[in-house]
């Protein structure tokens, strides 16, 4: 049998979190169907101090606040995967998931995004032996060890911060001659001593018995290509928006789902919330920003198709 809801959220980073706290002290039937564990990319951040309020947290901390309050305010949390998205004639929505169906009026995607490959030789056979795509999982393996962080914005040059934690010998190398991170985060890299190579780009990732080895970059100034002895290659550069459940919803040009200011994509009743959707700025508390608007927002969309008017 089918599971009725007012609002449906797929996805419980922080964005779906804050939704479904918000829809659901607003006293909206509400649940968050999550195929992992609350909180998304979250989890994995070694220490947030950017979120207002909580000085120094850990992203596990301040996910498990996220989903503590969500659920307080009697939001449903589902372990479930999502495989479709259906649109039925009355406007409303049927999720088919690995724990049934689900139907409501308002779908909210807070699907997030995923790492994105550097696409060089050695990458993909070298996952788990020396490339990692998470410095929190995968750091303390390379303690004391020489290690390369690939990528130019806030994840690679904060992961670096992290990874300096546990080594003195870091390397951050970046495709421009000027970082993409927020310069707050750029100023504490080089306070903290961690080695730049800029303009530069890596051609492979190279391998013996079984393990990462060097890495060969190429100086896109000079021309000259050379390599260098890495234990560990750390790779953030950037990520792919995970939009499969919604074909039809318009995108921009990278691919990010288009809302307007309700958070309301192309699809009404569809609102997309957090990392998938098109913003400049991607930050955990821009997402509980996303998910706040659009609860309020879906609330008033509920009301308008049951002839509510304010
Ligand atoms: P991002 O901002 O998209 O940066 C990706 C970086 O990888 C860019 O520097 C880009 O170079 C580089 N890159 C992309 N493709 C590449 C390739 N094929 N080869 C080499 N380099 C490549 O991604 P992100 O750093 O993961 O951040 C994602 C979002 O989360 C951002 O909005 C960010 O602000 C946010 N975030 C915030 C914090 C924080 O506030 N503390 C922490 C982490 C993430 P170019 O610069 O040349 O394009």
Excluded: W
């Amino acid at each position: 049998m089918s599971k009725n809801y007012d609002v449906l959220i797929v996805g419980g980073g922080p964005g779906g979190l804050s939704c479904g706290q918000y829809s659901a002290r607003a006293g909206r039937k509400t649940a968050i169907i999550e195929e992992m564990a609350a909180g998304g990319q979250t989890m994995i951040i070694d220490e947030i101090e950017n979120y207002p309020g909580l000085g120094k947290i850990s992203g596990y901390e301040l996910a498990a606040a996220f989903e503590q309050q969500a659920t307080g305010f009697g939001c449903d949390f589902v372990y479930a995967t999502v495989n479709s998205i259906k649109r039925l004639e009355d406007g409303s929505f049927e999720l088919d998931t690995t724990d049934g169906a689900y139907l409501s009026p308002v779908v909210v995607i807070a699907t997030g995004a995923k790492h994105r490959n550097l696409e060089v030789p050695g990458e993909k056979e070298m996952v788990g032996h020396g490339v990692s795509y998470c410095a929190t999982c995968d750091g303390p393996f390379f303690r004391n060890k020489k290690i390369l962080v690939c990528g130019g914005g806030d994840s690679a040059c904060q992961e670096a911060l992290y990874l300096k934690k546990l080594s003195d010998d870091v390397t951050v190398t970046h495709r421009r001659d000027r970082f993409r991170a927020q310069a707050s985060i750029v100023k504490a890299m080089e306070e903290a001593g961690i080695k730049t190579k800029m303009n530069t780009t890596v051609q492979s990732i190279n391998a013996e018995n079984g393990k990462v080895k060097s890495v060969t970059f190429v100086n896109k100034s000079s021309g000259e290509t050379y390599t260098e002895e890495f234990d560990g290659v750390f790779i953030f550069v950037g990520n792919i928006p995970q939009t499969q459940l919604v074909p039809d919803c318009e995108k921009d040009e990278a691919g990010f789902i288009k809302t307007d200011r309700n958070m309301m994509t192309s699809i009404p009743g569809i609102y997309a919330i957090g990392d998938v959707r098109d913003t400049p700025f991607r930050q955990v508390v821009t997402a509980a920003s996303d998910g706040a608007i659009a609860a309020h927002y879906a609330s008033e969309y509920i009301d308008a198709r049951a002839g509510i008017k304010y």
